[in-house]
């Protein structure tokens, strides 16, 4: 039996969206008025079933389609770094946030020496709170800590 | 008021000191951030996108046009000095432009070869958008919903068809941003719909977060894998004056830069062809003339076609961009994005009810191609530090970018969250060979698709005849078909070919 991958999983999430679009947009949208003509789920609830079909169809070829996509470690824990920031921001706010990342990516996982560190931490804070913070004029959010303090 | 006339007047427009400055700062920017290898232009763009909220809207388009076109020159630079393309367009560059650099022992001549020719390209296309730029927007204005519905089909269609190997993952990526865009209010009543209670989906998927996810954080994402990668040294310095052109170099370098330049901007105005097409079509046609060295061995000829062209189509692309609404690539639909973010409509009526604009637009693009070459051959003697840089710095850099990028668009985390999804969903999409060039452009263009769809429909009450008695849409939706079913049928015939011979 095939092996259950990514180059499968897609197609059939696609084609579940596809189906919660396209339920949504002809039950609850409306798909034709006789009066007002085509409704809001009209045009969505056409691509949704487009999109089915293509999914149906991509799921097919997904089988005929040579080796698995290879996922390596080091991917993840970029995803991981970011969601760490979006959830860090919470609770210390952006700008520590920022600076504890910077540290701890390149200082743990990249082994760089203080003085890059340093340089690239200095780069970094120079973008976020001189061009978007100064010039831009972006407030950015504080965390609980932040707020307490 | 003739042509000539409107782009004086947008000169006037253009040339105050803040616009030049807006323009000198995106075209150092974007030729930067296109110099840096595995960026690309269209991640570029999308990460300097929250830049231009500083300014008013026209200055704004000013430093985007600047951005965008600037990184088409950028690329070029990895190509030759490292034989690392910085984007898609510079891979043919690489063919050529290295072994100049290396074997022939003239790296800043591959450069100035690179920077003048896509100045010609560029030059040639912005003349040429000129006077063509117009005359499609008074065609356009002849259009209505079922023209509109089948130009826009076609433009959809042709990206989904050659973006990738597979039409169908293709077809597949392009529902998934219009559905993505469909969230929110309806285009029509202003009701709302797919939020499923959400008040932040109440407001639809914000635009920059989205694009700086799918292109910017994948981008990091796939980066870390070259982080380990040596960076190779060069062991040339490079000077203004040691990279000075000789009369014979330049020679040779005008005549398949003016070639590529007509024939980039012909490719550039076809939707889903754009900069990289136009690249390997100036190469190939390139191939077919005489050249003093042969091509793929360091010759000027061949760094010349390919570079006009790829600037020339960026340029050329602008024509329907700006007359029809359409773009014609990826990083098209985020200028057209960004374009709409300030307010603006572009399509047919642009250059009727806001000339300023269009005619400011078009003349800050020939301005930031002068900017550009000027930066360009400035910036020569620093590009071995520039392009030096290791990737593991840079992936801390832009992801700091990419979060605080998306931030500043939407006051919210709601932002934040947005570019993590799709930079996730971009991530998984391209390892699995899905192009996400037709889910950027999908989703700027479904709207206007949604809304003339459904006037057509309304006019006709119901009736599909609509998109097949005008004599305009008829035509169109003959070529919209054709482009449908040509690739099935090709895709038949070879399959039966195959097991015929076997």
């Given at each position: 039996m095939s092996k259950i991958t990514t180059k499968k999983i897609i197609p059939l999430l696609f084609i579940a969206v596809g189906l919660v679009f396209a339920i949504v947009g002809f039950t609850h949208l409306g798909f034709w008025d006789t009066v007002e003509g085509p409704m809001p789920g009209f045009f969505p609830s056409i691509m949704a079933i487009v999109m089915i079909f293509s999914g149906i169809i991509a799921f097919i070829q997904s089988f005929k389609e040579d080796g698995n996509v290879e996922y390596k470690a080091p991917e993840f824990l970029v995803i991981s770094a970011?969601?760490?920031?979006?959830?860090?921001?919470?609770?210390?706010?952006?700008?520590?946030?920022?600076?504890?990342?910077?540290?701890?990516?390149?200082?743990?996982?990249?082994?760089?020496?203080?003085?890059?560190?340093?340089i690239i931490l200095a780069i970094t804070l120079f973008i976020t709170i001189g061009v978007f913070g100064t010039w831009l004029g972006i407030q950015f959010p504080k965390g609980i800590l932040e707020n307490i303090l | 008021m003739g042509n000539l006339e409107l782009l004086l007047k947008g000169f006037a427009i253009v040339l105050t000191p803040q616009n030049i400055g807006a323009a000198l700062v995106g075209a150092i920017l974007g030729l930067g951030v296109g110099a840096m290898p595995g960026v690309g232009s269209l991640a570029g763009v999308a990460l300097l996108l929250p830049l231009t909220y500083k300014f008013n809207p026209t200055t704004a388009i000013i430093m985007l046009g600047a951005l965008y076109y600037s990184n088409m020159y950028g690329g070029s630079y990895s190509a030759i000095l490292l034989n690392i393309p910085g984007d898609s367009p510079a891979v043919m560059t690489a063919?050529?432009?290295?072994?100049?650099?290396?074997?022939?022992?003239?790296?800043?001549?591959?450069?100035?070869?690179?920077?003048?020719s896509s100045f010609i390209g560029g030059t040639i296309g912005m003349i040429i958008l000129t006077f063509a730029g117009p005359g499609l927007a008074n065609l356009g204005l002849k259009f209505g919903p079922s023209e509109m519905t089948a130009i826009l089909l076609i433009a959809m269609t042709s990206i989904s068809w050659l973006v990738g190997e597979n039409p169908i993952k293709g077809i597949l990526i392009t529902m998934v941003g219009i559905l993505m865009a469909s969230i929110g209010m309806d285009t029509l009543s202003g009701s709302p719909r797919y939020d499923f209670g959400n008040m932040y989906l109440l407001g639809g998927i914000p635009f920059t977060p989205f694009v700086i996810g799918t292109v910017g954080f994948s981008q990091v994402i796939s980066l870390i894998n070259e982080r380990n990668k040596t960076t190779k040294k060069m062991d040339t310095k490079l000077s203004i004056r040691g990279s000075m052109l000789t009369k014979r170099d330049f020679k040779r370098l005008v005549p398949p830069a003016l070639r590529s330049g007509f024939l980039g901007t012909f490719v550039g105005v076809l939707p889903g062809a754009g900069a990289t097409t136009g690249s390997f079509m100036g190469y190939a046609i390139q191939k077919k003339f005489k050249n003093e060295d042969e091509l793929g061995t360091g010759a000027v000829e061949g760094?010349?076609?390919?570079?006009?062209?790829?600037?020339?189509?960026?340029?050329?692309?602008?024509?329907p961009l700006l007359a029809l609404g359409i773009p014609g690539s990826g990083t098209g639909a985020v200028l057209l994005g960004g374009l709409m973010m300030w307010g603006l409509n572009p399509g047919p009526l642009l250059f009727k009810n806001e000339p300023d604009f269009a005619w400011g637009l078009i003349s800050s693009l020939f301005l930031s191609n002068i900017l550009t070459l000027i930066v360009a051959i400035m910036v020569i003697p620093f590009l071995t530090k520039i392009l030096s840089v290791p990737t593991k710095y840079m992936i801390p850099i832009i992801t700091v970018v990419c979060v605080v990028g998306s931030y500043s668009t939407t006051y919210s985390m709601y932002g934040v969250f947005i570019m993590l999804a799709s930079g996730i969903l971009g991530y998984f999409l391209q390892k699995n060979d899905y192009p996400v060039a037709p889910?950027?452009?999908?989703?700027?263009?479904?709207?206007?698709?949604?809304?003339?769809?459904?006037?057509?429909?309304?006019?006709?009450?119901?009736?599909?005849?609509?998109?097949?008695?005008?004599?305009?849409?008829?035509?169109?939706?003959?070529?919209?078909?054709?482009?449908?079913?040509?690739?099935?049928i090709r895709g038949i015939l070879g399959k039966v070919k195959k097991q015929k011979t076997a």
């Open positions: 970011g969601i760490g920031i979006f959830v860090a921001t919470f609770i210390i706010g952006l700008i520590p946030t920022i600076i504890v990342y910077i540290i701890l990516w390149l200082k743990l996982f990249e082994k760089s020496s203080w003085k890059n560190t340093l | 063919l050529d432009g290295y072994p100049m650099a290396k074997k022939r022992k003239r790296p800043g001549q591959a450069l100035l070869t690179a920077n003048m760094i010349a076609a390919c570079e006009a062209a790829n600037n020339a189509a960026a340029a050329g692309a602008f024509a889910m950027l452009l999908s989703f700027v263009l479904a709207p206007l698709l949604e809304t003339n769809m459904r006037k057509a429909f309304i006019i006709s009450e119901g009736s599909l005849s609509i998109f097949f008695t005008r004599p305009i849409t008829l035509v169109l939706m003959i070529i919209f078909i054709s482009l449908i079913t040509v690739p099935i």
